[in-house]
């Protein structure tokens, strides 16, 4: 009977918390004499989640925190590895476990595939620092990692450059539709006649959300018909509640329309109220954006980076993320070409087509845990 440590302590928000509820929602109910031990963001909100093959780990806050995670690293993990004799890790943190118990680490930290890039500039000093301590130890223990899985080639080709590698292995992120399945419908009262366009994201630096005061000056100037539409609290970040103050404060708030964060279940009736996905940003290593986009055939107008090229190919419309007019003109053009924007959600609906389901995930999820178990 295997005992697997499931680390998942940094999966807090958007798609890296999608991932890992999915996973464990799979792993408790499969036909298995695996057992597992996980940790989580909160252990409340997961406690539901235990059963006689899971068991939700508690340990304190602290040991979460951005600026104690070597007491995790150095002290929890060991102490846990022993205690419930784990004979595999599965790693959904920033950074690999370091130790000899076979570890299959999940890569979803694109500040290491693009270290002190765009992204990377973008975060405050504070912020900058931990991050920077952070590529020590993911780089130092990266070779502690049996199987390091990459959600996109991009970030596979990236991993393998800089790291110099040979065991990165391809695992993309599930097309997850459970959402839309338990979809529970919300009238947003969004502005009508315009064309909405919609940017769903928690505040973060390298999300580049401060692009959208430029262009929102642009669209009232010109007085195009295009409202920016976002999902921020103040709460997320200091520079959230500065970047809602802006909006005020510079009377912009009637085009920039912040309708503060989202459900789950609101999403898919959030996506068809919006008239496209407007992402300017600066780092990603996949996004469940572009994917809940292309199933709600809606036009994408991203980023010119090969991370975003990586997920939608042909299927989205680039441009440079710090150039505000260039994306009004882009936006213009587009929607002054109705055939043209056809065109493009057909791509998207073509290229939603070839990505991996959630049981194609974690089947490949489980026999790469096998794998390590046998090495």
Request: aromatic share 12%.
């Amino acid at each position: 009977m295997p005992n697997i440590l499931i680390n998942g302590v940094k999966s807090k928000t958007g798609g890296g918390k999608s991932i890992f509820q999915t996973y464990l929602k799979m792993a408790r109910e499969e036909d298995s004499d695996r057992k597992y031990f996980v940790l989580t963001p909160n252990f409340e909100e997961y406690s539901e989640f235990g059963n006689e093959r899971m068991t939700i780990i508690d340990i304190p806050d602290l040991a979460k925190s951005n600026f104690l995670f070597p007491l995790l690293y150095f002290y929890y993990f060991p102490k846990l590895i022993k205690e419930f004799n784990i004979d595999a890790i599965l790693n959904y943190g920033d950074v690999v476990i370091p130790g000899s118990t076979p570890q299959l680490y999940n890569f979803d930290w694109p500040h290491a595939a693009y270290p002190y890039g765009l992204g990377w500039n973008a975060q405050s000093i504070q912020d900058k620092a931990i991050s920077h301590v952070k590529l020590i130890m993911f780089k130092k223990f990266l070779s502690s990692a049996s199987i390091i899985m990459a959600q996109t080639e991009v970030m596979a080709e990236r991993l393998r450059a800089l790291y110099h590698l040979n065991n990165v292995e391809i695992v993309p992120n599930a097309v997850s539709l459970d959402n839309f399945k338990t979809r529970e419908d919300r009238m947003f009262n969004l502005p009508a006649g315009y064309e909405n366009l919609l940017y769903l994201t928690f505040y973060y630096p390298h999300k580049n959300i401060e692009v959208f005061i430029e262009i929102a000056r642009i669209i009232k100037a010109r007085s195009l018909p295009f409202k920016l539409i976002t999902t921020l609290a103040p709460e997320h970040h200091p520079m959230a509640a500065k970047f809602l103050h802006d909006i005020k404060a510079q009377e912009l708030d009637s085009i920039i329309c912040n309708i503060g964060p989202v459900p789950m279940t609101h999403i898919a009736s959030l996506y068809e109220q919006c008239s496209g996905l407007l992402m300017p940003t600066l780092l990603e290593s996949f996004s469940g954006s572009y994917v809940e986009a292309m199933f709600h055939r809606r036009p994408i107008f991203t980023s010119n980076m090969e991370f975003a090229r990586g997920v939608c190919g042909d299927a989205a419309y680039y441009f440079d993320p710090m150039n505000a007019s260039e994306i009004v003109d882009i936006l213009v053009g587009a929607y002054s070409d109705k055939a043209g924007v056809d065109a493009m959600v057909a791509r998207g609906s073509a290229q939603l087509s070839t990505m991996w389901d959630w049981e194609r995930v974690f089947s490949r999820t489980q026999q790469l845990l096998s794998n390590i178990m046998k090495a």
